[in-house]
């Protein structure tokens, strides 16, 4: 095992908000020893110079989608969740095992060049996932050297299907062709799955598989209870999208009787491996009966505006018991795979919802969440998160030279506050720097970004009919959602009163 020492640097203290000079000795993986300067070392440990350096655990993005990093930019601009989910095909289709390899790729380049050390990735293959779509994202973690977990992402509905009414809502002419869609059964999905799990080729502690069935309405219950006895078997996690937008919490009670949570609670997928993605909509109850059983929350407050799918209520989730990561979202989604924006939202948005500033979140609960909150959503809270002895060695290393540290007054504050993820100069994962000194190690960037292109260029082309067919769609399917979005709902999570109850 090689021995590493990082000197010179500045380790951060979120608890004091300050960053004293300390030196890091790092024994293969794992931290071993924080240390005042001048720390020992055994002979032959490699020197790793950190001097203007502050040094930070890497982040940790609990909600992703890394099939968007090829689609980026070509979702559009005013689109609610529901516009986005018209354009899936458009968006994800006709793609070669080669394309998800690519897309993982671009995806985890640019969260390590973002400060982002893990993530948990709901991978979409359009129409159902494959033993070698699956392998092919893990290969691509494996290979630029990101800490995954990769849930492939399902429904045995057809989004069409999924949304009660909304086949009606579209008109003859255009009706037929989005009712003889459908989605792959679930069993089919599950046995995929299976193998999966069974014939994992990767090394678990640095990319390990998890389910993720997406949403409620897209999932039968019959396949959501499939789901929730493959993950016991296996002992992975769950995550799915509940409750992100207004329309889909308004479908709970009309659909269920019951809102999203009590549904999948009453199904006994919550619990520890269960994490929601977003749950903008979930109410106190909901928040308490999750908070119950151990589960987590991936917190995305950028795409929750870009999407406008409202503001979540975090302190109340975390009051609740709730573990609470923060996440990105796709880039498709909400355009960045940026961890620092993405942390920093979760501290001012907090700020939008209340004027009890004592209830806002603050910029060390943020960075907590984006830390070690996240490190326990991908079941890895004992290894992650944290620069300590006995964690793995999963390290930021940002130039404090750069304008928004100087001077530095509060660390904590103007990484939180202030940094977007320009000053990243170095990233360690697991012992090995990945980016070092802004020189991406592991993979050739260049013959990425060449691949990417030309791979965007032939599914442009490819999905052209799929887009067609979206636009044609997005008339009927916008209006619809729209006025499910503004029926009555018991809880208010965007500023606008629409649906508001009197309102
Ligand atoms: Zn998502």
């Excluded at 300050?18 to 000795?25: N, P, S």
């Excluded at 655990?57 to 090829?70: Q, S, V």
């Excluded at 697991?430 to 292109?453: C, M, N, P, Q």
Aim: with cysteine; glycine share 10%; aromatic share 6%.
């Amino acid at each position: 095992m090689s021995v590493t020492i990082i000197r010179g640097g500045r380790v951060l203290d979120a608890g004091t908000h300050r960053a004293e000079l300390a030196d890091v000795l790092i024994d293969g993986a794992v931290i071993r020893e924080i240390g005042r300067p001048g720390l020992g070392a055994p002979a032959g440990a490699t020197t790793l110079d950190a001097r203007d350096r502050l040094l930070i655990p890497g982040l940790i993005n609990a909600h992703t989608h890394a099939h968007g990093a090829l689609v980026r930019g070509l979702a559009g601009d005013r689109v609610p969740l529901e516009l986005l989910l018209n354009q899936a095909s458009a968006l994800n289709g006709n793609r070669t095992v080669e394309d998800k390899y690519l897309s993982a790729q671009l995806s985890a380049i640019e969260m390590v060049r973002k400060g982002c050390t893990a993530c948990y990735d709901m991978f979409v293959e359009f129409p159902a996932p494959s033993i070698e779509g699956v392998h092919a994202v893990g290969r691509a973690y494996s290979d630029v050297g990101l800490r995954a977990v990769v849930a492939p992402m399902m429904a045995d509905r057809t989004f069409y299907q999924a949304l009660p009414g909304l086949l009606d809502a579209i008109p003859p002419p255009h009706r037929a062709g989005v009712e003889a869609l459908r989605a792959t059964p679930y069993t089919a999905s599950l046995a995929t799955c299976r193998t999966v799990l069974k014939d994992w080729p990767f090394d678990r502690a640095r990319v390990r598989p998890a389910l993720g069935p997406t949403i409620p309405m897209h999932c039968s219950d019959e396949f959501l209870t499939a789901c929730r006895d493959l993950a016991r078997e296996f002992d992975v996690g769950i995550q799915m999208h509940v409750g992100e937008s207004r329309g889909q919490a308004v479908i709970g009670p009309k659909k269920y009787g019951k809102t999203l949570t009590a549904h999948l609670g009453d199904l006994g997928l919550l619990g520890p491996r269960f994490t929601v993605a977003h749950g903008v909509w979930l109410d106190g109850e909901d928040i308490r009966r999750l908070g119950g059983a151990g589960g987590s929350v991936a917190h995305n407050p950028p795409s929750n505006i870009r999407l406008g799918s409202g503001i979540a209520a975090t302190r109340a989730m975390l009051e609740g018991g709730v573990r609470v990561g923060i996440g990105t979202d796709s880039p498709s989604s909400s355009d960045t795979q940026n961890m620092f924006e993405s942390m920093r939202w979760a501290s001012y948005l907090s700020r939008a919802g209340t004027l009890d500033y004592r209830r806002w979140i603050s910029a060390e609960e943020a960075f907590r969440m984006a830390t070690e909150g996240s490190a326990g959503v991908l079941g890895m809270g004992d290894q992650i998160g944290r620069l300590a002895p006995g964690y793995r060695a999963d390290i930021v290393l940002l130039d404090l030279t750069r304008p928004d540290f100087v001077p530095l007054n509060d660390a904590l504050l103007q990484l939180v506050f202030s940094e977007a993820g320009g000053a990243v100069d170095s990233v360690m994962i697991d012992g090995r720097l990945v980016l070092d000194r802004g020189r991406l190690v592991t993979v050739d960037e260049a013959k990425v970004r060449a691949a990417a292109e030309s791979a965007a260029a032939r599914l442009r082309e490819a999905n052209a009919g799929f887009r067609e067919t979206a636009r044609t769609l997005e008339p009927f399917v916008g209006a619809f959602c729209l006025a499910l979005a503004r029926e009555p709902y018991h809880i208010a999570r965007v500023l606008s009163s629409e649906g508001a109850p009197g309102a």
